[in-house]
């Protein structure tokens, strides 16, 4: 089993940069893809991003291309999200999960699950 603590949301002005975390807990941690997924106000959650255990990366989404990166840290239990160039439509709260499988855009078939953290991007 593993449990997942997310940190690093905040208030953010358009254009600026945020940086997630990902802490896992729990053993076999590189055996995990862990996917990033978002739920803006009022709106479903939507997969973001995934990382696959040896580190690579995919990314959803056009509006986050180019935009967003995820990077893994196997020796701390720990998986980014960097977020550049924010923008009012990024405001969500932010999840990370965790499978094991094959990333996956769909949330449906993640086991375990942190409990959020805000984002919000405002002047």
């Known amino acids: 089993q593993l449990q997942l603590v997310e940190s690093g949301g905040g208030l953010v002005q358009p254009g600026g940069s945020l940086r997630l975390s990902c802490v896992a807990s729990?053993?076999?941690?590189?055996?995990?893809?862990i996917g990033w997924f978002r739920q803006p106000p009022g709106k479903e959650r939507e997969g973001v991003g995934c990382?696959?255990?040896?580190?690579?990366?995919?990314i959803y989404g056009d509006s986050v291309k180019g935009r967003f990166t995820i990077t893994r840290d196997n020796r701390r239990n720990t998986v980014y999200l960097q977020m550049d160039n924010l923008r009012p439509e990024d405001t969500a709260m932010y999840y990370c999960?965790?499978?094991?499988?094959?990333?996956?855009?769909?949330?449906?078939?993640?086991?375990?699950w942190g409990q959020g953290t805000q984002v919000t991007v405002s002047s």
């Open positions: 999960a965790a499978l094991r499988g094959y990333c996956s855009r769909d949330e449906t078939p993640y086991n375990y």
């Open positions: 990382t696959h255990g040896g580190g690579s990366i995919m």
């Open positions: 729990g053993s076999a941690f590189n055996l995990y893809d």
